[in-house]
């Protein structure tokens, strides 16, 4: 049953002028600069989903006592908009991220929010601030729908009131300079996720588990940081916010198997693009041993990550305490470089939509 309509409309009365946004989107970054104007709606037990609107960006009050800023009851999601040569607006697969909304909103005890009302959030405030989506070279409109606890309360139990809100920001190429391969810390002291866990949904506290062996990536010279399984050690799970792929010499594709590890949307759709450029793809344990045995061997050819920021990278080596691997070097390998071209080209446009993945911005 759906729950937003008559959705209120609200303009700000301060927009950004159009000469200081075009400077913004000329150079956009990533999440620094938003738009005009967000989405926000209310649950509570006795009401459901209600007061669906469109509002003035601008921050909340909250009460010293929510409950999100002490049990951290949240979800978010990450998807883009895009803007086609003639114009027309696009968002890719907003149905997908509707329903691992719903289902990380049942593991953090959250209301679920039917995938309709999710959609029709996103399109109603997409098409609002439409002119804050820039154009030209891997350009996007990020889109961050999320949801947090917000009663006023200490007691250990699920909210009692929930806010549901929309946010967007116009978003540059995450390789401005050109797609380079990215080096890996493989940490061997913290892991993301166990069995039971909060790995597959998508919140909060599995990213803040990550910043710091993310720093230690980074005081290695690395990138990015790959974590194996909670239980022996011994599987490679996926990135801090990235899934992983394994290109063989034979032509096939590995990547690890869902259960603790986020279900991404990307990971989802690069899965069905090799599948139709004939590559084989098997979702299974890989252990870190294949991982550095193959690429030292030949037998894996190239690794990658993929995920809505960065849509696909390539990895060029994995380094840890005593050691490195190199997949491949300044370049992209061939497989990376055609799965990520073939799905940027349905993002943007540029090819038939074959698996029906673009919702269009009316």
């Keep these: 049953m759906t729950a937003f309509t008559n959705i209120e409309i609200e303009r700000s009365a301060h927009p950004v002028p159009a000469e200081k946004r075009a400077e913004i989107l000329a150079k956009p970054g990533f999440g620094v ?11 509570t037990p006795e009401a459901g989903w209600h007061e669906p609107r469109v509002r003035p960006y601008g921050p909340f009050q909250l009460d010293p006592a ?5 049990y951290a009851q949240e979800i978010f999601e990450g998807l883009k908009a895009y803007r086609h040569e003639d114009g027309s607006i696009w968002m890719f697969r907003p149905e997908a991220n509707a329903a691992r909304f719903r289902r990380s909103a049942a593991r953090m005890a959250l209301p679920e929010l039917p995938e309709d009302d999710f959609v029709t959030a996103l399109d109603t405030l997409v ?61 061997e002291e913290f892991t993301r996720a166990g069995r039971g866990g909060t790995g597959d949904a998508k919140t909060g506290g599995n990213y803040a588990s990550s910043l710091l062996p993310q720093r230690e990536a980074i005081e290695h010279g690395c990138d990015q940081v790959a974590f194996l399984d909670a239980s022996e050690g011994r599987y490679v799970e996926e990135l801090g916010g990235m899934n992983l792929f394994f290109v063989y010499a034979d032509g096939h594709v590995v990547t690890p198997a869902l259960g603790t590890i986020l279900d991404g949307i990307t990971r989802d759709s690069v899965i069905t693009i090799a599948e139709s450029q004939g ?25 990658f990550a993929c995920g809505t920021a ?53």
């Design 33 to 43: 600069t938003f738009s005009d104007h967000m989405f926000t709606a209310t649950w």
């Design 66 to 70: 929510t409950a999100v800023l002490h």
């Design 127 to 187: 098409g609002v601030d439409r002119e804050w989506i820039p154009s030209g070279g891997e350009m996007s409109l990020y889109v961050r729908p999320f949801m947090f606890a917000s009663d006023k309360f200490l007691g250990v139990r699920p909210a009692h009131e929930v806010t549901f809100c929309v946010i967007t920001s116009p978003a540059g190429s995450y390789f401005p300079s050109g797609v380079k391969p990215v080096n890996i810390w493989l940490s």
């Design 279 to 303: 590559m084989p793809v098997e979702q299974r344990q890989i252990t870190i041993d294949e991982w550095r045995d193959g690429v030292d061997s030949g037998e894996i050819t190239e690794v």
């Design 310 to 362: 960065a849509v696909v990278t390539p990895v060029g080596s994995l380094r840890w305490p005593g050691g490195e691997v190199r997949a491949v070097d300044n370049e992209p390998g061939k497989v990376t470089t055609s799965i990520r071209s073939a799905l940027l080209d349905v993002q943007y446009g540029r090819v038939s939509d074959e698996h029906g993945w673009m919702y269009q911005i009316h």
